[in-house]
């Protein structure tokens, strides 16, 4: 498992491609948005939060979607398939990569975003690293079960978008809901933070249980 995490950070490592690609995109959804909005809605922290979600969500589709993109186009996924590990353990390796990656990216664009907001810096934005990485961790479960659906299905690219968005929903609301109240440092109650853990829990589970009958049709 852990050969197949440093295969694909050695990969990316080499080419940057997949980390170059995410960021440059994450940013320029953000900047769109704040364009769009004015400077004075965009300093409103749950409007900022939406769109620092927002960025993170679309450009993190296309991050994602490489995740089998270069098995799948040099015919390794088949013998990856073949090797003497249980497919489980497949998604685990994939969404720990696909973690890490998001997570490093989302290290530089989370201050970024802040500073083109103009959002207020507090004490606060201290729990901010622990939200993200919630987000991300049930984000990328969710991702990584669909990329491999997606690499192995004619026009792939066009329902990977398709099928995963109406799914994220619930992740959405609640990360939005759950920055948006860090941000402007008022009180909050654990209800979203509790839907957000619920769902890494579920789809972390369910990628772990169905990839294999995924990978195999």
Known sequence: ??????KDVQLELRTKERLASFFVLA????????????????????I?????????????????????????ERGCLSGLLLCPIAPSDIFVAKLLGNIVFLSLVQA??????????????????L????IVLLGIIGFS??????AVLAVRTRAGEVLFPLVLLPLLVPLLL????????LLSGGEWTG?????LIAFDVVFVVAGWLLFGQAVYE
């Open 1 to 6: 498992m852990w050969a197949i995490v440093w």
């Open 27 to 46: 940013v320029l959804i953000v900047l769109v948005w704040i364009f769009a909005l004015g400077p004075e809605q965009a300093r409103d922290p749950h």
């Open 48 to 72: 900022g939060a939406a769109v620092l979600w927002v960025g993170l969500l679309f450009a993190g589709m296309l991050s994602l979607q490489r995740s089998f993109l270069i098995e799948q």
């Open 108 to 125: 530089i664009v989370v201050p970024i975003t802040i500073v083109l907001c103009g959002l207020p810096v507090s004490w606060s934005l």
């Open 127 to 130: 729990g901010l690293p622990l």
């Open 141 to 146: 479960a969710l991702g990584t079960i669909f």
């Open 174 to 181: 609640s990360a939005v809901q759950t920055t948006g109240a």
């Open 191 to 195: 209800v979203w933070l509790r839907v």
